[in-house]
């Protein structure tokens, strides 16, 4: 027997029996050791048993909850969680911790109660597999399809190895969890108060100089974030360090390959990343990074006979080529919208330019997408196609902006342009009609929390709405209410949009808007719309 207790008793001021081992470290299964404090060196046990006894009473609070029942709304919960959070923050920042601390923050975690786990409380920073398999799920359902540039066997793999700190999973269960937000009307923290979110850089940062494709990914996902909540300065941040390691690894020449497993999502990623760069500079108002001659195919045809790589034409791969026509057609028009002023003549080469651009539009609308497929893509059924929609409604408003132009320039002159005002007409209803199929068919239901999934959703919305607000147009009550609401509901989660309520309010006395906002008020409370338009004149972006 030894004169002292062993280490692992001292360190958490528990009673030794002085064995060899003692009977508490065979119990616990770690190893008895004796006389390997430093006695001169207390601050370091002394942190460490502080930390201990408040995992005993965090587990003690926890036992008692559980006997008393307390029920989910109690307001105890919120209390426990901010304990149990600011416990395991502590524990992280402490260097080569030892394994009875581990141990007994393991013993916390399974302690548990389930009626905690299932709390929205413990869903905004989840810390079990069952909560991150959840958002996972959430990712893949929703975000997946529209930008299919991460293979989700990828994802749940790591998930399955508990890789917990990796970037590539923080980034994109960060995204979930905003739309997670989103989804439950929940308010919507800043990016740098998300724990997801600063994992996500902390640990990018940590792996800047590995050259690797998950790097990539992650800025990715940090850069669809950054665009979200209007954040310009880190999105052009990490879309530059995406660029960089991109042409690292040759990704503008990458093709899908059976030989690589990785091939498809390197193209996959360089296609996304033009999208993005324009998306910057959309938004955020932000200068282009990729200079690039496009290649002008609409439609990618690749022979898989003659290619000594065996190259395969996938399906994520094809939507990308078209997220690649998309964005040649949105600089063609971005380069000429600049000389289009109200005060100025337009000359006839920009004209012509415009005329030359709105066939390539209509063209690549038909290529991109049937008739038939149109009507039913925003269904629940054809989630899969979220992301052909995607590139319609870019394209759609595209077309609405080019015969905006040409009928300014023919009413200037003392025309009509008719044959454009129809057009723009057509496109704006159909725009419409797509994204709330039930304008239609009654019968039909959209995909559940479609205003949260992109924002050029809400844009399109907007853009058609605008259009036919602007030409006077008869507007049936029920396309401009479907679309009013959905810009409303999704400037809470897409800050990247607020341009949006700017021209609504400039609408405010309008009958319609004073419609819809009662509609709304009454479905969320009059708090929502106030609340709404607030938030939206202390933003940080209200002058991109």
């Known amino acids: 027997m030894n004169s002292n207790p062993c280490d692992n008793c001292r360190r958490s001021k528990k009673k030794c029996d002085r064995n060899n081992p003692c009977s508490r470290c065979t119990s616990q299964g770690v190893e008895c050791v004796y006389n390997k404090i430093n006695n001169f060196k207390r601050g370091a046990v002394t942190k460490y048993s502080s930390l201990l006894n408040r995992a005993d009473n965090l587990k003690i609070l926890l036992e008692k909850l559980v006997k008393e029942d307390i029920k989910i709304c109690s307001s105890d919960i919120g209390k426990l969680l901010e304990h149990w959070q600011g416990l395991k923050r502590q524990i992280d920042i402490i260097k080569d911790v030892e394994l009875p601390i581990v141990l007994a923050w393991s013993q916390i ?219 040649q057609l949105n600089w063609d028009y971005a380069k000429l919208k600049p000389y289009f002023k109200p005060t100025e003549n337009y000359t006839e080469e920009h004209i012509y330019q415009l005329k030359e651009l709105l066939p390539r539009c209509k063209i690549f609308l038909k290529l991109l997408i049937g008739e038939d497929s149109l009507i039913t893509i925003n269904t629940y059924s054809a989630s899969a196609k979220l992301g052909y929609f995607h590139i319609y409604t870019i394209i759609s408003m595209i077309i609405i902006d080019i015969c905006e132009l040409l009928v300014r320039h023919y009413e200037k002159k003392g025309k009509t342009g008719e044959s454009y005002l129809k057009l723009q007409r057509e496109h704006s209803l159909k725009l419409v009609e797509i994204l709330f199929p039930h304008l239609k068919n009654p019968s039909a239901k959209s995909i559940p929390n479609f205003e949260f999934i992109d924002p050029i959703f809400p844009q399109g919305a907007y853009h058609s709405c605008k259009i036919l607000l602007n030409r006077k147009l008869v507007l049936n009550r029920s396309y401009f209410g479907s679309s009013y609401k959905f810009c409303i509901k999704s400037t809470k989660l897409f800050l990247c949009i607020n341009n949006i309520l700017r021209y609504f309010q400039t609408y405010k006395d309008h009958p319609y808007i004073i419609r819809w906002n009662k509609e709304l008020e009454k479905e969320f409370g009059t708090w929502y719309v106030k609340r709404v338009f607030t938030e939206f004149d202390h933003c940080n972006c209200k002058n991109i």
């Open 109 to 327: 975690e399974e302690s548990l109660p389930n009626f905690i786990c299932k709390t929205s409380s413990l869903v905004k920073t989840p810390n079990i597999y069952e909560d991150y398999k959840l958002l996972l799920d959430l990712y893949v359902n929703y975000l997946h399809p529209v930008y299919p540039f991460i293979d989700p066997k990828k994802l749940y793999g790591l998930l399955e190895l508990k890789q917990f700190t990796n970037p590539l999973v923080t980034s994109t269960l960060c995204r979930a969890q905003v739309l997670w937000f989103a989804i439950n009307y929940e308010n919507i923290p800043k990016l740098e108060e998300l724990e997801f979110y600063r994992l996500s850089v902390t640990n990018s940062i940590k792996h800047q100089s590995k050259v690797n494709l998950e790097q990539i990914q992650t800025c990715i996902n940090l850069v669809f974030l950054e665009i979200q909540q209007a954040v310009p300065n880190a999105a052009s941040k990490h879309l530059t360090q995406a660029i960089y390691i991109g042409h690292q690894l040759d990704l503008q020449n990458a093709l899908p390959s059976i030989i690589d497993s990785e091939s498809e999502e390197k193209a996959c990623c360089w296609s996304l990343l033009n999208y993005l760069d324009f998306s910057c500079f959309f938004y955020l108002r932000q200068p282009r990074l990729i200079r690039k001659e496009f290649d002008l195919n609409i439609k990618p045809s690749i022979d898989t006979t003659s290619s000594p790589n065996m190259i395969y034409l996938s399906a994520n791969y094809e939507l990308m080529r078209y997220f690649d026509c998309s964005v």
